[in-house]
């Protein structure tokens, strides 16, 4: 004879189990409905609760891993799509995901493990970029390069592959061939002023000055900000291209900004020395010393400039004091440099 109690005890089970399918795929169409719909957070918060009744279906957990991200609720996405994958380990919607998920969110280990398996699974042409982008940003540039140019052959389109590899280059300090794939880069995509700058700082540093010039003119006719960097770079190149006229102008504008600045107004300073403007540079020597009166190169170059001027004797006690304060500037006067030189 059937116990009573334990009868009723498993029509309740049965019932309550019954309950929660009946929930669980109620929720579940709706969820199918807003997403086919385009209305993200309603799907997500239904698929939410189709997950909390049944987290073996593989199909809700796809949908809310798909409703998060469009959400950019990429933690939450990332639990979905990883329970998706403990249900199926070769789900390529989740292997995917997951690969975009922790290259968003900077997880580049992971990343590289995903973008790896995709690799695995043909899934996508994006996967050397990616894994290349993550040693990039681990500071692994030889391995960085041997994807890029992986990546390079899946989309040679693709402007920021140049752009990596041009960035990597650089901080190899392989100036030249950084400068030609920032080229490239630009080729690809010509809206990006902070590439052209850096393409002229790279072209500064090879140096190719001429070349510095074009792109950091460049840069701000695309809109680079005159940020004070800017223009004490764009300054030098000028000077370095004896654009004297034009590399003053900058250094006027960046001393009204910073007018304390002794190293702007020691290149100022030297501009007007190589150009014979001995009085302007004069000038500009004495005003360091009003900063800085144990500036000892600022005293040195005034007396250089008396001397080019023709009072020999005063340029000349003016660089022995110099030299008094920084004996090191002895040499300079036997072989008639000039600091720095």
């Known amino acids: ?6 009868t009723a005890i498993a029509a309740m089970i049965v019932c309550s189990s019954m309950a929660q399918s009946d929930s669980a795929n109620y929720f579940f169409q709706k969820g199918n409905q807003e997403l086919s719909a385009r209305r993200y957070l309603p799907a997500y918060k239904a698929y939410q609760r189709s997950v909390e009744f049944n987290a ?6 796809k949908g809310l891993g798909k409703s998060a991200m469009e959400l950019r609720k990429y933690e939450d996405a990332r639990k979905a799509y990883s329970k998706l994958l403990q249900l199926h380990k070769d789900d390529t919607a989740a292997i995917s995901s997951l690969k975009k998920i922790y290259f968003w969110t900077r997880k580049w280990d992971e990343a590289v ?3 790896q398996k995709a690799q695995q699974l043909k899934l996508g042409k994006d996967n050397n970029y990616i894994i290349a982008k993550a040693f990039y940003e681990q500071e692994n540039y030889g391995k960085a390069m041997d994807y890029l140019e992986l990546a390079y ?21 392989n100036y030249k061939q950084a400068a030609g794939c920032f080229e490239q880069a630009i ?33 701000a006719v695309k809109g680079y900000k005159r940020t004070n960097d800017y ?10 291209i004896k654009q004297y006229d034009k590399g003053l102008a900058l250094l006027y504008e960046l001393l009204d900004r910073k007018p304390q600045d002794v190293d702007v107004a020691y290149t100022i300073g030297d501009a007007y020395y190589n150009i014979k403007k001995y009085d302007q540079a004069i000038e500009m020597w004495t005003r360091i010393l009003t900063v800085d009166n144990k ?5 040195y170059m005034m007396g250089m400039a008396f001397q080019k001027k023709g009072e020999k004797e005063k340029g000349q006690a003016l660089c022995d004091r110099a030299i008094a304060m920084d004996p090191g500037l002895a040499k300079l006067k036997q072989e008639k440099k000039m600091p720095g030189m």
């Open 231 to 240: 223009l004490h770079n764009l300054a030098n190149a000028y000077l370095s």
């Open 1 to 6: 004879m059937k116990n009573p109690l334990v």
């Open 295 to 299: 500036n000892s190169n600022a005293l």
């Open 56 to 61: 073996e279906n593989a199909a809700a957990q």
């Open 187 to 219: 080729a690809l995509d010509s809206t990006k002023s902070n590439w052209m700058y850096e393409a002229g700082l790279t072209y500064y540093a090879i140096p190719d000055d001429a070349k510095a010039v074009y792109w950091l003119e460049r840069a």
């Open 153 to 173: 052959k899946d989309d040679a389109k693709n402007p920021e592959v140049p752009y990596l590899a041009a960035r990597s280059l650089v901080e190899m300090s």
């Open 113 to 115: 493990t995903y973008a």
